[in-house]
Each structure stands twice: as C-alpha cells, then as structure tokens.
C-alpha cells in the first residue's frame, strides 16, 4: 500500500509540474478595484470605498462613467458583482462585458436596460464575432437585481461562452465552426463596465425617457474577479493555453445540472431570443440550429 500511494503522489507532483493539471477554480474574493482595473473617462463620477474593495459609478444629464481592465486576456473566467442603479431607472444601461480592441472586433456583453420604477430590469446578452453581433437574448432576472449585490460571470474557451447569472447559466454559445460561423478565438479582449443614458431605445425602445429629477443613478460593484490568459492585444496564442481549470474537458459543455438550469431559465424567464425572431431573421442563423438542442 505505501510503494502504491508513493507512486500515485509521484504521478501527480509529475503532472503538475508538466502543466497536464491546473488549478480548481476558486470562487471570486474581494480585491482592490486599481489591481486589475482602472477608470476610463469622467473620474469624478467614480467613488471608491472600502479600501477600493467597493466602487459607485454615477450618472447625471452631463456624464456616465466606466472603467476597463488593465490588462487583455484570451480565454478565461470572468466576473463582477453588482447592485443595479435602484429606484426609477429607466433609459439608464450598467454594461458589463468583454471587447477586442480591433475593427472586427469580437464582443460578449452583458448588458441591464433600467426600468420605471416597479418594473423589473431587462439582462440582454449578446455576441459579436468577426465585427458581426446581432445575436440579442432578453431575460427578466428571478430576483430584484437593486437590493443586493449579485454575481455575473463569463466562462470563455475554445469549446464555449457561457453567460452566469449567480452560478446559474443563462445563456450558452457554442463553437461552431463547423457551421461557417466565427468564433472568438484569436483575439484577446479587455474587460469593460459602465453606466450610461440610453434612453433612446433602451427602456421599452426608447418610449421611455430617463427622468433626470432622479440623478444621479447609482451602480454599486465589488468582487473584481479576473481569471484569464493575459496577453497583449496583438497577440494569437497564450502560453498557459490547454493548462488552466476553464479549459479542461470539464468546462467544455455544460453537465446535466447546468443544462436543467439554463432550460429553466429559458422556460421561464426568457421575453427574446433572436434565433425565434423570424420577422427580423427570416432564414435562422446556423448557430440556432444546434442552439434548439441544448
């Protein structure tokens, strides 16, 4: 028994060390905002608090604001905790998303459209590959998204996105490549966030207006959570590739839990999905089709 356990313990330390096992994931802790992040524009509209463990970005009828990651990853894991602007916050848009840097860019966003008050928020997702989005779903959130905080999360890999409501997936885009559709692979992309007015369509196609009386809207966020492959922007390959937890065999589809979840989610929850859209899709994007069977 003891030749056999100091076989097995001499088998994984070889592993490691050749890379063929990674790290579990972790679950996101607290870290200071200035480690991965820094602000974009408007500064004054930022507040930071609890060391920097916590940030507030505001909106007045001068000025949003944002911030982006320092650094540009390839694949990864990725998540923020948020508590949505509160109250009536119609045609206001909290974005958080990812986003290369080159003219046909590759993009996976989340995106929250403000509401009257009592009406609950809309989450729109949506992916851009080679430039090309236009891949739109709506979900009404099973929780009120103002009075805590909640986490959203991307996985990304070769094999798959998938969009993370508080662990839960609400949302996966596959790779098809097979099917003549592109598939973010090559381009590394930076971590964005922002509080902007979109009253022009985003609060029921822009008939709603944001109600200025309300400023400033407020956008709470912490748990800044970075788990990717660094690179620069130019670069088509990370040298961690193949080694890291989100890309094992385990995180390239959803296991049967995962699966019943985002099927209720889609049951209950969804109000729009472009893949059933036939007045404005007339011919179903090829990704649809393997979307029906997940």
Same mark, same amino acid.
């Given at each position: 028994?003891? *030749?056999?356990?100091?076989?097995?313990?001499?088998?994984v330390?070889?592993?490691?060390?050749?890379?063929?096992?990674?790290?579990?994931?972790?679950?996101?802790?607290?870290?200071?905002?200035?480690?991965?992040?820094?602000?974009?524009?408007?500064?004054?509209?930022?507040?930071?608090l609890?060391?920097?463990?916590?940030?507030?970005?505001?909106?007045?009828?001068?000025?949003?604001?944002?911030?982006?990651?320092?650094?540009?990853?390839?694949?990864?894991?990725?998540?923020?905790?948020?508590?949505?602007?509160?109250?009536?916050?119609a045609?206001?848009?909290?974005?958080?998303?990812?986003?290369?840097?080159? *003219?046909?860019?590759?993009?996976?966003?989340?995106?929250?459209?403000?509401?009257?008050?009592?009406?609950?928020?809309?989450?729109?997702?949506?992916?851009?590959?080679?430039?090309?989005?236009?891949?739109?779903?709506?979900?009404?959130?099973?929780?009120?998204?103002?009075?805590?905080?909640?986490?959203?999360?991307?996985?990304?890999?070769?094999?798959?996105?998938?969009?993370?409501?508080?662990?839960?997936?609400?949302?996966?885009?596959?790779? *098809?490549?097979?099917?003549?559709?592109?598939?973010p692979?090559?381009?590394?992309?930076?971590?964005?966030?922002?509080?902007?007015?979109?009253?022009?369509?985003?609060?029921?196609?822009?008939?709603?207006?944001?109600?200025?009386?309300?400023?400033?809207?407020?956008? *709470?966020y912490?748990?800044?959570?970075?788990?990717?492959?660094?690179?620069?922007?130019?670069?088509?390959?990370?040298?961690?590739?193949?080694?890291?937890?989100?890309?094992?065999?385990?995180?390239?589809?959803?296991?049967?839990?995962?699966?019943?979840?985002?099927?209720?989610v889609?049951?209950?929850?969804?109000?729009?999905?472009?893949?059933?859209?036939?007045?404005?899709?007339?011919?179903?994007?090829?990704?649809?089709?393997?979307?029906?069977?997940?």
């Open positions: 028994m003891a *030749s056999l356990l100091w076989t097995v313990f001499i088998s330390l070889l592993a490691i060390a050749s890379g063929a096992m990674s790290a579990t994931p972790k679950r996101p802790v607290d870290v200071p905002f200035g480690r991965n992040y820094k602000p974009t524009w408007a500064f004054d509209h930022i507040k930071y609890r060391g920097e463990s916590e940030i507030q970005l505001s909106l007045d009828k001068y000025t949003g604001t944002g911030f982006q990651s320092k650094g540009s990853y390839l694949f990864g894991h990725f998540s923020m905790q948020i508590k949505m602007v509160p109250g009536d916050s045609g206001t848009v909290t974005a958080f998303y990812l986003s290369s840097q080159n *003219s046909e860019h590759d993009e996976i966003d989340f995106e929250f459209l403000g509401n009257r008050t009592g009406q609950p928020y809309i989450l729109q997702t949506n992916v851009f590959t080679g430039g090309k989005g236009d891949r739109e779903q709506r979900i009404y959130l099973w929780f009120d998204p103002t009075k805590a905080y909640h986490s959203y999360s991307v996985l990304w890999n070769l094999y798959q996105i998938v969009f993370f409501v508080d662990d839960v997936p609400i949302r996966v885009f596959k790779n *098809s490549k097979d099917l003549g559709v592109r598939f692979f090559d381009q590394p992309m930076k971590i964005y966030s922002s509080l902007w007015n979109a009253d022009d369509w985003a609060t029921r196609g822009g008939l709603e207006k944001t109600d200025w009386s309300k400023a400033p809207f407020v956008a *709470s912490k748990g800044f959570h970075v788990d990717g492959c660094e690179a620069s922007v130019n670069a088509k390959f990370c040298n961690t590739q193949g080694k890291m937890w989100w890309d094992q065999k385990a995180f390239q589809d959803l296991d049967s839990y995962q699966y019943r979840r985002l099927a209720w889609r049951n209950k929850f969804t109000i729009y999905n472009y893949c059933t859209d036939r007045a404005r899709f007339p011919a179903m994007a090829p990704e649809c089709k393997r979307d029906r069977d997940v």
